[in-house]
Structure formats: structure tokens, C-alpha cells
């Protein structure tokens, strides 16, 4: 149990479907971020929320759209998908701190996302 | 950019030893190792931060040379449990952490018996 869930753990969905992944730490850790993970890639960072606050946006499409309404809580709302966005969604999260140089993140389990 | 692991796959038996090598073209600000088994989330092994400090598990040993980008992870007498891949993640910038993890490829390492 690393402290970090993610729901659900797999998803199918249309092309014109509207869906959302959940994520929720408790671990008290005030910054949070979204990773895909697909076949023979890397990890990519997609979004990255620190206090609440969206920080980064790696050239993510419009079709992916975060939410954070608080520190434990983080969504990514899924709108028109492609085929290719199939992959594993892996959420984490870590302690930011001015004061603190060490921000090893804690990944959940991932949602394993297919789009037909 | 994108961090450059070798080698990408490794076989060993129980008890050997093995080094995973990772390195990038920009400056960095830390370097973090992460493990991860199939179907499980990556877990945290080790973090370096330039200067020197390091933050990980008792029995898993890196190095970070600063000059030449680069990281090592060292895997002594290796278990059955030891098996997965291996992701390092950069962190770029001289100050304080931007948060930003850029992953290599990964190392796929297999323990025998």
C-alpha cells in the first residue's frame, strides 16, 4: 500500500465518451501529478499540481483536463479521446517544499485506459 | 530531455551484481530511481541531489557524477525481488526542485535462480 489510490484501476471508453480518473493520497503531501505510461515509452509527465495550483503543463491535449479541488484530491476529466491515448494513467504525489530538497514522489497503481 | 538508461536489459543470477547506468545532455538538479514490477506502480529506490546528498533504501547504492550527468545504480547480490524495471528520473535546474521528472526508458532486469 504506498498510500496513493487510483480509480477505477481499468477503463474502456468510446471515442465520444466523457469519463473521469480519480486519484487520492494520504499521505499529506501537497503536490500531486499525473503521469502516462504507454508501451515501449517512458513515463510522461503530463500535469503537475503543486498546493492546489497547476504548475505544469507538458503540451498536454485540451481532450485531457485536470482538476484539483484540494491537496488530496486530484481528477482527470477524459473528453473525446483517441485510440492512441490508450495507456496506463499513473497518479503520484510528494512533499514541496522550500526547505526540503527530497520530493520522491509515491505512485498509485495506475488506471490501465483503452479507447476503441 | 529525455534521460539515456543502459543497458536496456539484463539477465542475472541470484547473487550477482549489476550496474544501471543513467545519463543526460542537460544539467541536472537531482536524479531519482525508481523500480517498477509488472502491473505494479514504480516504487521509490533512491534520490541524488547535486552537492552530494542522497535519500534511499539501506541496500541500494548509487552515484551521481555532477560533471558528466550521469547516474549509477548499484545492485549487489541480487535477489528474486530485484526483478523489474528500473526508470531513472531527472530533474533539471541549480535550485530548489521544479517537481519536474523526466524518465528514461527504463532497464528491464530479470533474477534467475
Redesign the interface.
Known sequence: ETGVTQTPRHLVMGMTNKKSLKCEQHLGHNAMYWYKQSAKKPLELMFVYNFKEQTENNSVPSRFSPECPNSSHLFLHLHTLQPEDSALYLCASSQASLYNSYNEQFFGPGTRLTVL | Q?PVQSPQAVILREGEDAVINCSSSKALY?V?W?RQKHG?????LM?L?KGG?Q?GHEKISASFNEKKQQSSLYLTASQLSYSGTY?C?TERGSG??S????????TKLSVIP
Open positions: 529525455q537531482s531519482h525508481y505494479e506502480a514504480p516504487v521509490f534520490i541531489l546528498e535519500k526508470f528520473g530548489a526542485g517537481y519536474q521528472l523526466t524518465f528514461g526508458k527504463g
